[in-house]
C-alpha cells in the first residue's frame, strides 16, 4: 500500500511511518520542519525514516498549494494519513496565526489535492480539546462539539467541518479522530511529560496548574497507532452504522472516532509514576488554571472498540517507564 503521512518527522507522525514501514509499506512523508521546537528532533525522527528505502520525503508546508498539489501529484497515495498540524494549547493563546495557517489552511489546500485525485482513505487528526467546555463524561463521537475553548481547538474542529464537506460533496471517504493526551518516546519537548522529566533529572521544580486538580485519559503512542492502522481499512460507508452509538454522518461517508482508552489518570498520579522512573521526588509550583485549559478529559471508546476490536490499555505506570528509559538514552544520562 502507498500511504502519504504528513507530519511524518512529528511525534505521532513519525510513530505512523514507522509502523507502516515495519509492516511494508511505501510510505511519502510531508513535513514543514517548522520551529516551534528543536528542529534536530524533527531530523533526527526522518533521518531514522530515512533508513528505509520505502520511506520518501517532502519538506514543504501544507499552507503552499503549489507544493502540496506537487507532492500529491507525484505520489499518488493510495491512503493519506493526516497527522501534520500546529500543535499545543498553550502556544495558540500567543500565535494564533500559526493555528489557522497550519491547521485551517493547510488541511484545505490537502483536501483540494485528494479532491482532484481521489484517495481509497483520507484519515485527519484532530483532538479531545474539541470537545471544549463539555461537561457530560465520557466524551462520545455523537456529542455536540460548539464551546471550543482556544484558537487550536476551533481550526482543528474547523478541519473536521471541512472534512465533512469534502466527503459529502466528492464521496472522499474520511475519517477524523481525536486524539487524547499522547505521550511516549520521541515525544514533543513542550509537552508535561517531556518537561516534567527533563526537570525532574536536573532537580527543577515544575509547574503544576490548577493545582494538579486535573485528569487526562493518557494515551500511550503505540497503542495510538495501533489504533490508527485498525481504523485505515475501517472505510466509512453512507447508511452503514455500527450502532447508535455510531458517529457516521447520514449524508457523506464521513466519521469521527475517539481514541482514547477511557481511564483518566489524575495529574498528580501521572507526576508520581515520574518520580518514580527517575528515582526522585519533584518540586512543584501549585499555579491557578491556565485559560483554555479544562479540568478533565475521558473517553467513550465504545466506537472505537466496535469498528477495530481494540481500545487503548497500556498504563501509565508502564508507558511512563518507557518514555523515561527512552529520555534518558537519547540525552546520554
Same mark, same amino acid.
Not at 489524575?266 to 491557578?288: D, H, Q, S, T, Y
Given at each position: ?24 509499506? @511505501? ?45 500529491? @501529484? ?28 497550519? /491547521?485551517?489552511?493547510?488541511?484545505? /489546500? ?23 467546555? /463539555? ?74 496548574? /490548577? ?109 511512563? @517507564? ?12
Amino acid at each position: 500500500m502507498k500511504v502519504l503521512v504528513t507530519g511524518s518527522a512529528g511525534f505521532i507522525g513519525y510513530h505512523v511511518s514507522r509502523r507502516l514501514l515495519d509492516e511494508g509499506h @511505501e510510505v511519502a512523508g510531508i513535513d514543514s520542519m517548522v520551529p516551534y521546537y528543536d528542529v534536530r528532533l524533527k531530523q533526527r525522527r526522518h533521518a531514522m525514516l530515512a533508513e528505509s528505502a520505502a520511506f520518501r520525503a517532502h519538506v514543504l508546508d501544507l499552507a503552499d498549494m503549489a507544493a502540496t498539489d506537487a507532492a500529491v @501529484e507525484r505520489e499518488r497515495p493510495e491512503v493519506v494519513i493526516h497527522l501534520a498540524a500546529q500543535a499545543g494549547v498553550r502556544y495558540s493563546l500567543d500565535h494564533p496565526e500559526a493555528y489557522v495557517s497550519a /491547521n485551517v489552511v493547510g488541511t484545505f /489546500n490537502l483536501l483540494e489535492s485528494c479532491r482532484r485525485r481521489p484517495v481509497r482513505h483520507l484519515l485527519m487528526a484532530s483532538t479531545s480539546s474539541g470537545y471544549g467546555a /463539555n461537561t457530560d463524561m465520557p466524551f462520545r463521537e455523537t456529542d455536540r462539539a460548539a464551546t471550543p475553548l482556544t484558537i487550536y481547538a476551533a481550526t482543528k474542529l474547523a478541519t473536521e467541518h471541512v472534512g465533512h464537506c469534502y466527503a459529502h460533496l466528492w464521496n472522499q471517504p474520511i475519517t477524523a479522530f481525536r486524539f487524547f493526551t499522547v505521550y511516549g518516546p520521541w515525544g514533543r519537548p513542550d509537552m508535561a511529560l517531556f518537561r516534567f522529566t527533563e526537570a525532574a533529572l536536573k532537580g527543577a521544580p515544575i509547574d503544576v496548574y /490548577n493545582h494538579g486538580r486535573m485528569e487526562r485519559d493518557f494515551t500511550y503512542v503505540d497503542d495510538l497507532v495501533e489504533a490508527v492502522m485498525r481504523l485505515v481499512p475501517a472505510v466509512p460507508e453512507r447508511g452503514r452504522p455500527v450502532g447508535a452509538f455510531d458517529s457516521l454522518s447520514p449524508v457523506a461517508p464521513y466519521r469521527m472516532v475517539n481514541i482514547g482508552g477511557g481511564h483518566p489518570v489524575g495529574l498528580l498520579e501521572f507526576i508520581a509514576e515520574i518520580e518514580r522512573c527517575v528515582g526522585r521526588p519533584i518540586a512543584r509550583n501549585l499555579l491557578p488554571m491556565q485559560p483554555g485549559e479544562v479540568p478533565r478529559t475521558w473517553a467513550s471508546a465504545e466506537l472505537l472498540e466496535a469498528l477495530t476490536g481494540y481500545r487503548p490499555a497500556t498504563p501509565v505506570s508502564v508507558g511512563v @517507564e518507557r518514555f523515561v528509559a527512552w529520555f534518558r538514552a537519547y540525552h546520554g544520562l
